[in-house]
């Protein structure tokens, strides 16, 4: 078992005096003693396998069971309360349905169809179509496995840290902002390159701190291997992966004062043999410039829109507003941590004696509870920060921190002759891991939206570590107010974690509601979406034939998926700066020689990425051609919401049929 708060040893434990250097030196003891447990001075270096003995031998002990049970039936009870209401049928999601179908019929991935990430998630899930049947519940048996895969991860990588229930909590969060949330989840992701990548990447992690545990060399070499495979599904997402195994070398190379040469061509080796083989066949089919140019897999020739889109992702174009958002999570992380803290102060003190220090921790945790409330008020009166801000916002300012924290105690530990304790070492890569995946979103780091799910997990690990074990221990020192405090807030998690899981199952329900079939599977989504949806894919199957061409514009190839028709672009989805002035001509000519008898043009406002609407914002000279070479069939909407022109909502889908 992870090791636990312990006191701090003598000279850093002692009661302060008056002077402000002595306080300043026990807030600093009182943080490194919950960052760090307590080891004897005078005790001589230990040995690995004496840190290895306090870790179960296994890779859950019976210990985790009941909890694992306990988070299985929080996991059942969420898959059935979005019973096939995870899609968003449309933007990325169609794609994902659509573009493993288009491999399976021969075309090739970049050449003959567009693609942002690695080739390993449209092949597998080809593979996977190719095996099991072209149906929704492929893919979606494929997300609820690696969501469940995940969350094992997760639970594990908490153990390192933390308690049973603890680590419990942790996954129990992690489940119901990532897994299965009405925003997002794992079943059905805007990318499954995104999931396979964070599994793979996760897997890798794992795999390094099991070399940390057992030192053997093959961990590296699998940890190596995940690695590869998390570059040939979204290279962002294997960052966070190659970063932590890279500290991890790096950190073990300076501790035991030699080269790890040998375990860093371990992990380098397949990587490299992963990563060139994969692109090198691909190279053999694909020019070069074709990858980097059209499919921009390496961040290249980015349209000016794509560009704006990551600006806002990344909160850059929200400046400062963003600056004080992400600041505003450190005091929400004093909320969380001041409230624990203040009423366990509250329930210890009548069972406490005389001289405990319980009064001393009620007024220094009120003290920091009201400055954080007062922080997050300003902020969002004054700064017009949103009200929805959490701690993990404010992961840009405290895991460097952290980081700096680490490798400062571990030079310290290493001057006084000691052993860095192997649970130190764990807490620095994870916060590596952590700071690499929020790097996109760092200064919009959010628990809503579609990304949110693959850059958090291992960030919710290391915040609720520092709720439990760190801040607590600093607010709560007295050893009678502390394991209270502790167990205050794992009942506000646990009470975080039912809430939102209510929440999320009671909009899933409520919100989507509206049936989408074909003989391809069946999802339940928005009336005002799947409405008009819905009766476009009929109109699709009743007006073409099978093999004849559909083309849905801008993101909506759903349609095609769900209608079982073939799409005639290379780009799957023409979001605004994908189709230039050279390509709309390519465009129109596919249409052209495809004799293209149906094109179905829906009104869906893109004002994240600058221009709004097809056809007036971009791509105006295709909605021309589109205009003189066809006519208006059909129009498809809600029923509840009707009568929108283009640039105005609600959601419409017009058909247009080729002129005779």
């Known amino acids: 078992m992870p090791a636990v708060l312990c006191e701090v040893n003598s000279g850093l434990g002692e009661e302060p005096v008056a002077s402000g250097g002595a306080l300043r030196d026990l807030a600093r003891a009182s943080i490194i003693a919950a960052l760090f447990p307590a080891v004897d001075r005078q005790a001589k270096i230990k040995s690995t396998m004496n840190q290895q003995a306090e870790l179960p031998t296994r890779f859950f002990g019976r210990e985790d069971r009941v909890a694992l049970y306990a988070l299985a039936a929080l996991f059942v009870v969420m898959l059935a309360a979005s019973w096939q209401r995870w899609t968003q049928p449309l933007?990325?999601?169609?794609?994902?349905?659509?573009?493993?179908?288009?491999?399976?019929?021969?075309?090739?991935?970049?050449?003959?169809?567009?693609?942002?990430?690695?080739?390993?998630?449209?092949?597998?899930?080809?593979?996977?179509?190719?095996?099991?049947?072209?149906?929704?519940?492929?893919?979606?048996?494929?997300?609820?496995?690696?969501?469940?895969?995940?969350?094992?991860?997760?639970?594990?990588?908490a153990r390192r840290l933390m308690s049973v229930w603890e680590a419990a909590l942790t996954t129990g969060l992690v489940l119901v902002i990532c897994a299965i949330k009405s925003t997002a989840n794992y079943i059905s992701p805007y990318a499954y390159a995104a999931l396979y990548g964070l599994l793979a990447a996760l897997g890798s992690l794992v795999c390094t701190l099991q070399f940390l545990r057992w030192r053997e060399t093959k961990w590296f070499a699998y940890a190596g291997a995940l690695a590869g495979l998390a570059i040939i599904a979204k290279p962002e997402i294997a960052l966070a992966a190659l970063a932590a195994n890279g500290v991890a070398l790096l950190w073990e190379s300076i501790l035991t004062r030699k080269l790890l040469w040998r375990e860093t061509l371990w992990f380098a080796l397949p990587v490299l043999a992963i990563v060139a083989v994969t692109y090198g066949l691909i190279l053999l089919r694909v020019p070069w410039q074709v990858l980097l140019n059209d499919n921009h897999v390496l961040f290249s020739n980015m349209p000016p829109q794509l560009i704006y889109f990551n600006r806002h992702v990344s909160g850059l174009a929200k400046w400062p507003e963003s600056f004080w958002f992400s600041l505003t999570g450190i005091a929400v992380l004093g909320i969380w941590s001041g409230a624990a803290a203040v009423i366990g102060a509250v329930i210890a003190i009548p069972r406490s004696k005389p001289g405990q220090g319980c009064w001393h921790a009620l007024?220094?945790?009120?003290?920091?509870?009201?400055?954080?409330?007062?922080?997050?008020?300003?902020?969002?009166?004054?700064?017009?920060?949103?009200?929805?801000?959490?701690?993990?916002?404010?992961?840009?300012?405290?895991?460097?921190?952290?980081i700096g924290l680490l490798v400062w105690r571990?030079?310290?530990?290493?001057?006084?002759?000691?052993?860095?304790?192997?649970?130190?070492?764990?807490?620095?890569?994870?916060?590596?891991?952590?700071?690499?995946?929020?790097?996109?979103?760092?200064?919009?780091?959010?628990?809503?939206?579609?990304?949110?799910?693959?850059?958090?997990?291992?960030?919710?690990?290391?915040?609720?570590?520092?709720?439990?074990?760190?801040?607590?221990?600093?607010?709560?020192?007295?050893?009678?107010?502390?394991?209270?405090?502790?167990?205050?807030?794992?009942?506000?998690?646990?009470?975080?974690?039912?809430?939102?899981?209510?929440?999320?199952?009671?909009?899933?329900?409520?919100?989507?509601?509206?049936?989408?079939?074909?003989?391809?599977?069946?999802?339940?989504?928005?009336?005002?979406?799947?409405?008009?949806?819905?009766?476009?894919?009929?109109?699709?199957?009743?007006?073409?034939?099978?093999?004849?061409?559909?083309?849905?514009?801008?993101?909506?190839?759903?349609?095609?998926?769900?209608?079982?028709?073939?799409?005639?672009?290379?780009?799957?989805?023409?979001?605004?700066?994908?189709?230039?002035?050279?390509?709309?001509?390519?465009?129109?000519?596919?249409?052209?020689?495809?004799q293209v008898p149906l094109i179905l043009v829906t009104n869906l406002i893109t004002s994240e990425f600058r221009d709004r609407v097809f056809g007036a914002d971009y791509n105006q000279e295709l909605m021309r051609w589109i205009t003189e070479h066809y006519h208006v069939t059909a129009r498809f909407e809600s029923n509840v919401r009707q009568g929108a022109n283009f640039n105005r909502e609600p959601f419409f889908i017009l058909a247009y049929e080729r002129n005779q």
């Not at 801008?554 to 979001?575: D, G, S």
Request: proline share 7%.
């Open 363 to 402: 007024r220094i945790s009120v003290l920091v509870l009201l400055i954080a409330v007062g922080a997050r008020e300003a902020a969002i009166r004054y700064l017009h920060v949103p009200t929805d801000v959490t701690p993990f916002a404010s992961a840009i300012f405290a895991l460097p921190l952290l």
């Open 91 to 157: 933007l990325d999601h169609g794609r994902e349905m659509n573009l493993p179908t288009r491999i399976l019929a021969g075309e090739q991935l970049y050449s003959d169809v567009q693609f942002l990430y690695g080739p390993l998630a449209p092949y597998l899930n080809a593979l996977l179509y190719g095996v099991f049947g072209v149906h929704l519940a492929t893919l979606r048996v494929s997300g609820a496995l690696c969501a469940i895969l995940i969350l094992l991860l997760i639970y594990w990588l």
């Open 410 to 594: 571990a030079w310290q530990t290493r001057r006084q002759g000691r052993e860095v304790p192997l649970t130190e070492r764990v807490l620095l890569l994870l916060t590596v891991f952590s700071l690499f995946s929020v790097l996109r979103a760092f200064l919009n780091v959010t628990t809503t939206g579609p990304y949110t799910p693959f850059f958090l997990p291992v960030l919710i690990v290391v915040y609720l570590y520092l709720l439990f074990r760190v801040t607590l221990a600093f607010l709560a020192k007295p050893e009678a107010v502390r394991p209270v405090a502790q167990k205050v807030a794992m009942v506000l998690v646990g009470g975080l974690v039912l809430g939102m899981a209510a929440n999320s199952a009671r909009r899933f329900r409520s919100v989507n509601t509206f049936a989408v079939s074909s003989a391809r599977g069946s999802f339940l989504t928005l009336p005002e979406i799947g409405e008009p949806l819905s009766a476009a894919i009929r109109y699709a199957e009743q007006h073409t034939k099978p093999g004849e061409y559909v083309l849905a514009l801008p993101v909506a190839t759903t349609i095609n998926f769900m209608a079982a028709r073939p799409y005639p672009l290379r780009e799957e989805i023409v979001h605004p700066g994908f189709l230039t002035d050279e390509k709309e001509i390519e465009a129109i000519e596919r249409i052209r020689a495809r």
